[in-house]
Structure formats: C-alpha cells, structure tokens
C-alpha cells in the first residue's frame, strides 16, 4: 500500500521518462490530481485521464518528454512570502528553468503564482 501518493505518481513519471515511454498509470488522489493541473498546464505533461476501477480509481498520463527530474520535497518545508527567491535557488538548477508546486491557504499552485500573489506555503514538488 502506497503511503505518499503523490511521490509515488511523480517517480512513475519520471522512470517512465527516463525509458522513453509515451504513457504510465498512477493512482489518483486528490493532492495528485492538482499536481497534474498544472504540470498539464506547464506543458511537462500533455494530458491526463481519470479511470475508474471501483479502488479509488487511477490516472492514464499522456507524457510529453519534458521532464528531466521531479521528486517530492520531504519534510514539506514552510516557505515565507519574503523567501522565494533563497527557496528557488535551493531546489531549482536555474532561474527559469523548473517550477516547484506549493500548498498555500488558497491552494495548490507554483511558486511563481504563490510569489505574485506575495503568500508562503509549504512546499510539495519539484519540476525541470
């Protein structure tokens, strides 16, 4: 049984980039259906399906070669308003290059949303 989900979704992704391969499956929950919003949105996936097996269902990703290394953050960090940029320079190789996604009150988003909105949050993932 899978306990971190989202981490478990993020290495199928990554391990599925890595042979090449044009589709996975991961299972679906809540935190890994946002994720997915936006990494559709950022172009590092090119689509998602929900499917329904009577389990609590799973995702169908359609993945674009986009993505060199993604991962969780552990422990899920506190990040201040005021510290984006220390944050960026610690999990990200380059500035424009990457996007870390962010639980803030107003919810899940990247760390440029979080910063333009000037509002901290914890933090989730990594992209690039």
Not at 46 to 59: C, N, T
Not at 68 to 82: A, E, L, T, W, Y
Not at 95 to 109: E, R
Request: net charge positive.
């Amino acid at each position: 049984m899978a306990i971190d989900l989202l981490a478990d979704a993020l290495n199928t992704l990554k391990t599925h980039e890595i042979k090449g391969e044009e589709k996975c499956e991961v299972r679906a929950s809540k935190i890994v259906r946002e994720v997915f919003k936006i990494l559709a949105v950022k172009g590092y996936i090119s689509g998602y399906d929900f499917v329904d097996d009577g389990r609590g269902g799973f995702f169908e990703v359609k993945l674009s070669g986009m993505i060199n290394d993604c991962g969780v953050i552990k422990p899920r960090f506190p990040v201040k308003r005021s510290e984006w940029a220390k944050t960026e320079e610690r999990f990200i190789p380059g500035v424009g290059v990457g996007l870390l996604v962010v639980s803030t009150p107003q919810g899940i988003m990247t760390n440029t949303d979080a910063h333009n909105r000037q509002i901290g949050g914890r933090l989730l993932a990594f992209i690039y």
